[in-house]
């Protein structure tokens, strides 16, 4: 086992790598730049080193300044958590190339499920159910057109190498197509220094479905359930469920050897996330492999009852998995919100600035995952999510009336967050009955709103 971990990231999630090596006996040193020295992942880490000034592209995303502190300070691997390098596949190697383990999959292995175009085909030889759509990239838009002519409208254009709903556009007709490759394309550009393309058959309303995966390095591969993100804004998850409400123990069952198929033809190792699209006619298509630890990983510990963080440095340390897929029982239901510094009634405006007062919900079955404390200034310059408010509860409607209660306890003063919004979507009937999909948002946002006043 490692005695000491280097943390490349900031924020919660260092934090709560943090707590998981404590738990473990193990060291930690924290990475920061020069606009988090004072964030609690670095009160809370054994050793603590500044990498770089406060644009990311200076600190949490300076390779070779991360490396050298890991050396430096006598760590044996490295922990990327999620965001910033944790799917950067030069950095998975770099660390290897280095000495040091990379707490993760292969790079090869992010290459290859990170270019989602790839990905796709990859699935198909495994035996995976794909939407329909491109074998492979979409170069130019009469290629475009060929492809879409074959699969009808409406279809789903998206970057191979995308993420977090960016460089992706929808078209309905012929007319939106050309203005829809051409503005995805642009901004997968400025996102990922990478404009290659790929088009799927449009999917609408689908439920968000994504499988927890762990694979160690012996061959053996898991999957710990499913987590319904459907809940989303542009893309971009805000409440998260586990298990998921419509499936049944038969289509659980077929989703989760799927996602095993998936990990397993890629060569997975360590843990990974499948996600699937599934329709109102309960078929499920694979959409893309998160090769990293998920910020919605806390649901499936609260339902399975087992250390994901615990698991991964476990995995990466060589050492087999404790149980088998037999073993794995899910227990009760848990929800997470995600609180982000955001105005979500003036178009989800940004809303950093500095934390007054806080008080934190408490009580059976609930659980606060942040760097937040009482004085702490938000930085400007990274992520707005500042905390996850998970709950469980032995069904989902306990589990619903536990998270209006965390809710209504949570106390951010200083700083706008979109906590408000949360707790309408939890009175929300469709929500409460489970009669939702991804475009739930957007259907039921101007209601919430002028509710609200």
Do not use: W
Request: proline share 4%.
């Amino acid at each position: 086992m490692f005695k000491k971990i280097l943390i490349a990231n900031r924020g919660e999630i260092a934090v709560r790598i943090i707590r998981a090596c404590k738990e473990m006996d193990i060291l930690t040193v924290a990475i920061y730049s020069t606009a988090d020295q004072n964030t609690l992942h670095v009160q809370l880490a054994d050793e603590a080193v500044c990498v770089g000034g406060p644009k990311s592209a200076d600190s949490y995303l300076n390779k070779e300044a991360i490396i050298t502190a890991a050396v430096e300070t006598g760590c044996q691997a490295i922990h990327p958590g999620f965001g910033f390098l944790s799917e950067n596949s030069d950095f998975a190697r770099l660390v290897e190339t280095c000495g040091l383990k990379f707490i993760g999959p292969k790079g090869d292995v992010i290459d290859a499920l990170g270019n989602k175009s790839k990905a796709r085909e990859m699935m198909i030889e495994a035996g995976v159910p794909v939407v329909p759509g491109s074998n492979g990239s979409v170069n130019t838009y009469e290629e475009l057109k060929e492809v879409v002519n074959e699969i009808g409208y409406p279809v789903l254009i998206k970057a191979s190498a995308g993420g977090g709903g960016r460089g992706m556009r929808k078209a309905f007709s012929e007319d939106e197509l050309e203005n829809a490759f051409m503005t995805a394309k642009a901004e997968a550009k400025a996102c990922f220094g990478d404009d290659d393309m790929y088009v799927e058959k449009l999917v609408l309303n689908p439920k968000h479905i994504e499988f927890q995966i762990l694979a160690d390095e012996h061959g053996n591969v898991i999957h710990l359930g499913e987590r319904d993100c459907s809940i989303q804004r542009r893309n971009q998850k805000m409440i998260e469920e586990a298990p998921c409400k419509v499936l049944d123990a038969s289509l659980r069952l077929k989703m989760g050897e799927s996602a095993v198929k998936a990990a397993q033809g890629a060569g997975y190792t360590n843990a990974g996330t499948v996600e699937f699209v599934l329709d109102e006619h309960n078929n499920y298509y694979f959409i893309e492999m998160n090769t990293r630890i998920q910020v919605e990983h806390p649901i499936t510990e609260m339902v399975t009852g087992i250390d994901l963080i615990k698991q991964q440095i476990r995995i990466a340390s060589g050492l087999p998995l404790s149980f088998k897929q037999e073993d794995i029982t899910l227990q009760g239901h848990s929800i997470e919100c995600r609180i982000n510094a955001e105005d979500p009634f003036h178009n989800f405006r940004p809303c950093p600035g500095q934390v007054n007062f806080m008080h934190l919900p408490g009580g059976p079955g609930v659980r606060v995952d942040t760097m937040l404390y009482t004085g702490y200034t938000l930085p400007t310059q990274y992520d707005s999510m500042v905390a996850k408010v998970i709950v469980h509860a032995p069904t989902r409607l306990e589990a619903i009336k536990r998270m209006r209660r965390a809710l209504s306890e949570l106390v951010i003063e200083g700083i706008t967050t979109n906590q408000t919004l949360q707790f309408y979507i939890l009175h929300q009937p469709d929500y409460i009955k489970g009669h939702f999909n991804t475009s739930f948002i957007e259907t039921h946002l101007d209601e919430m709103v002028s509710e609200n006043g």
